[in-house]
């Protein structure tokens, strides 16, 4: 078990003090974000009477006044921005090094991205924006994980919006044993033939021949289908203690279409979450729920990540050998 970082400790030491240092910029940085929303709100207000005014539609007004206070609410989060960055960054990065662990807000993606997009873990996007990476050991073995946010533009026209296809975290653990085969766990149906058949028997993945692997559990083979180019290693890993410990990570972050690749020595685990680790807040009251949530969130996901490195039970029926 990770041994878990106290928040009123935490709170006491350097990290309560720097936070303290920081409400002078956070009462000028609300106070900033107030005035652009009101003076967006005026000129909503403004704009919709002219409209009026000059012998437009209501409707036409309501519009143009709407887009006009939208803009400003978009400016005064975006004003914001800097120091919640700031502010998250303090917190966070408190609670990695009291783990051991590295932190940073901005993320340049590299592999660990690189090798869900091959091995088609991810969906098709237009735009990207990645935050909140932590990294280092964890229970002796490398950790690595980092939030992705993948947007697509769908429509065209007055209809043309930005739809989010993928929010979640990206998740790469060492294991304690390299694998020989390449496995891929992903949600059933992913691969069928002609989109509406049955699912294909064999399919190529981020350049690997594999089949498709019978599972132990029937509960498991509704939801998931396993691909390998090695059966017998394939059904060690898909043992059902290691498929309930990968539910677990789901569970714990109400998240969902967790996929996971067992490749070379690494596990890799794409799971939607939604926005992790907002730990930042102008309001210094927030602070420290804010950051208990954020130790919740993050110890919670490395526990668990340990718990995957555990050999599960095997037996030899397991592999459908007679014992």
């Given at each position: ?67 006009v206070g939208v803009g400003g609410f978009g400016l005064a989060e975006l004003a914001k921005r800097p120091m919640l960055n700031k502010l ?75 739809v989010t296809v993928f929010e979640g975290q990206i998740m790469s653990i060492g294991f304690n044993r390299r694998f020989g085969a390449t ?57 059902p203690e290691y498929l309930e410990r990968l539910l677990a990570v789901e569970t714990a972050f109400a998240g969902e279409d967790i996929r ?64």
């Amino acid at each position: 078990m990770i041994e878990r970082p106290d928040a009123d400790a935490l709170l006491a030491g350097p990290l309560g003090a720097w936070l303290e240092s920081q409400n002078a910029e956070r009462a000028a940085v609300k106070a900033k974000a107030a005035r652009i929303w009101q003076i967006g709100l005026g000129l909503a207000c403004a704009l919709a009477a002219a409209v009026i005014l000059f012998g437009g539609e209501f409707g036409t007004a309501l519009q143009f006044g709407f887009f006009v206070g939208v803009g400003g609410f978009g400016l005064a989060e975006l004003a914001k921005r800097p120091m919640l960055n700031k502010l998250k960054g303090g917190i966070n990065g408190a609670i990695a090094g009291a783990l051991g662990l590295e932190y940073a807000v901005d993320v340049e993606p590299g592999k660990v991205f690189a090798r869900a997009e091959q091995f088609e873990m991810l969906p098709s996007y237009d735009n990207s924006h990645f935050a909140d990476l932590w990294w280092g050991l964890v229970g002796g073995r490398p950790f690595a994980m980092h939030e992705a946010k993948l947007t697509e533009q769908r429509g065209s026209g007055k209809n043309r919006r930005t739809v989010t296809v993928f929010e979640g975290q990206i998740m790469s653990i060492g294991f304690n044993r390299r694998f020989g085969a390449t496995t891929l766990l992903e949600p059933d149906g992913q691969r069928r033939k002609f989109l509406i058949g049955s699912e294909k028997e064999q399919a190529t993945v981020g350049g690997v021949a594999m089949e498709r692997i019978d599972m132990v559990h029937p509960d498991f083979e509704n939801r998931f289908t396993l691909w390998s180019n090695d059966q017998v290693e394939a059904r060690y890993i898909a043992h059902p203690e290691y498929l309930e410990r990968l539910l677990a990570v789901e569970t714990a972050f109400a998240g969902e279409d967790i996929r996971a690749l067992f490749h070379e020595g690494d596990l890799l685990i794409v799971l939607k979450t939604g926005d992790l680790f907002e730990s930042g807040s102008l309001d210094a009251g927030n602070d420290r729920a804010l950051l208990e949530k954020a130790i919740e969130q993050f110890t919670a996901l490395a526990e668990l990540a340990m718990r995957l490195n555990e050999k599960p039970r095997l037996t030899m029926s397991d592999l459908g050998q007679p014992s």
